[in-house]
């Protein structure tokens, strides 16, 4: 049989060692999942404490249960490690690190090259690679290829195999997991797409070819941009509404009731999460090297960027109205994470909203359930969450809704607070006309 052909039936008979490198909010689910399909995963990370935690069949992700670990180590079907070596022994791996932005706007591939890089150093024959790691169109082609194949004088799609899956991982979320979230899968060569689909497919309930890595990588930032775009539109829309004096939440709510031809989007405090605030600039940095304008991108995000501060002048001009000013004044934020019941913080418009209102002299306290403890490395603060909410609601001067957990009794902060500024709608109907509530 030909390479090929070998390692597609121990991929389907799951006799083929898989590897995982990156065991964060995508890597992990994805090792339970192939775990939980009869395959022997062995997850990677140079985070010591991820993989402890792991090999004592605990979770730190909520939504990878703690008993699915248990059970998949003392099975026997998953193992963590920090030591990379284990590759030479591994027939499919699985790059699913981060993908952040650097601070001029342009693209953080170091830890998509620093994992290439140790995957390259244990590369044979007979492997399947796959990147999740969102990024911008051409990364596999042009960045994994030459260091895991031609570096080692290995043909790709013969001697081994590449691909590219973006990842869809939406935390929180229980409807659509990792198993029945449909995976695109683009391989470098149709003989990677074949390989690479067929390991998936041993785990994933759908996978959907495309015809190139570049087209898979390309559907993820369409994906994100799609939503970046039209959020972009709704807080553009609450801006305009709140000038001509309409309430931006009723108008949605009533184009959301035409069945056809509209999807809702609400609008908020700022982008918050990996994937929205970030991706879209990834493809918009892409074209730039083709002396192309990415506009519809660049003035969404010059928008969604911009929400945090007009949120705080808004609750500045509120306070004002009411005989107050915000210099001075205690203001409670009720909400750290970037979107509701998860403990994520990740680019999520509290931390700005945090800081903005600390440059205007406001002594800010916050409160999340899922997040204890703030450290915002950039701008060099931290703060713990307050441990009574309801004494710091009655405390506060203003109470800031910047994250709609559900488990807030909103009528009890309501009723306890001076001034409220909603800026998620989750105090609804109650709140609409209330005049102890400014709603976004």
């Avoid at 121990?10 to 395959?39: D, R, S």
């Amino acid at each position: 049989m030909t390479t090929k052909e070998t390692l597609i039936k121990k991929l389907e008979n799951k006799t083929a060692t898989i590897a995982i490198l990156g065991l964060g909010y995508v890597g992990l689910p994805l090792a339970v999942v192939f775990g939980e399909a009869g395959f022997h995963v062995t997850g990677v990370d140079p985070d010591s404490r991820k993989v402890d935690s792991l090999k004592k069949g605990e979770s730190y992700i909520p939504d990878v249960k703690t008993e699915a670990v248990a059970k998949l180590v003392n099975s026997g079907h998953f193992t963590a490690t920090t030591d990379f070596s284990i590759l030479k022994e591994m027939d499919a791996v699985s790059i699913c690190v981060p993908t952040p932005l650097r601070q001029t706007g342009d693209p953080d591939m170091s830890f998509i090259i620093s994992a290439t890089e140790e995957l390259g150093k244990y590369m044979h024959k007979g492997m399947v690679v796959v990147l999740e790691s969102t990024t911008y169109p051409g990364t596999t082609r042009e960045v994994l290829l030459p260091k895991l194949g031609l570096e080692h004088n290995l043909t790709v799609g013969e001697d081994w195999f590449l691909a590219f899956s973006p990842e869809r991982v939406d935390p929180g979320r229980e409807d659509f997991t990792t198993i029945n979230t449909p995976k695109v899968m683009g391989g470098i060569t149709e003989a990677c797409g074949e390989v690479a689909s067929a390991w998936y497919q041993g785990a994933i309930n759908i996978v959907h070819r495309v015809s190139t890595a570049e087209a898979a990588e390309m559907s993820k930032l369409l994906e994100n941009t799609f939503r970046m775009i039209n959020i972009g539109l709704v807080n553009e829309l609450a801006i305009m509404c709140q000038r001509l004096d309409v309430d931006v939440w009723e108008v949605i709510d009533a184009a959301a009731s035409k069945p056809f031809g509209f999807m809702k989007f609400t609008p908020g405090p700022g982008l918050g999460g990996h994937c929205i605030p970030i991706d879209p600039l990834y493809l918009s940095w892409k074209m730039k090297s083709f002396h192309y304008n990415a506009r519809f991108i660049e003035l969404a995000s010059e928008i969604n960027t911009n929400m945090p501060r007009y949120v705080v002048s808004r609750i500045l001009e509120a306070m004002n109205d009411r005989g107050a000013i915000l210099h001075g004044s205690k203001v409670l934020v009720l909400g750290a994470a970037y979107k509701p019941d998860i403990d994520d913080v990740r680019e999520s418009p509290a931390l700005d909203v945090i800081g903005l209102l600390k440059q205007k002299g406001a002594l800010v306290e916050y409160h999340d359930p899922y997040i204890p403890h703030i450290h915002h490395e950039h701008d060099g603060w931290q703060m713990d969450s307050v441990s009574d909410v309801m004494k710091s609601v009655r405390e506060a001067d203003a109470v800031v809704i910047v994250t709609n957990h559900k488990q807030y009794d909103y009528t009890a902060i309501i009723e306890s607070a001076k001034f409220v500024f909603d800026s998620r709608n989750a105090t609804g109907k109650l709140g609409k006309n209330h005049e102890k509530v400014e709603r976004l």
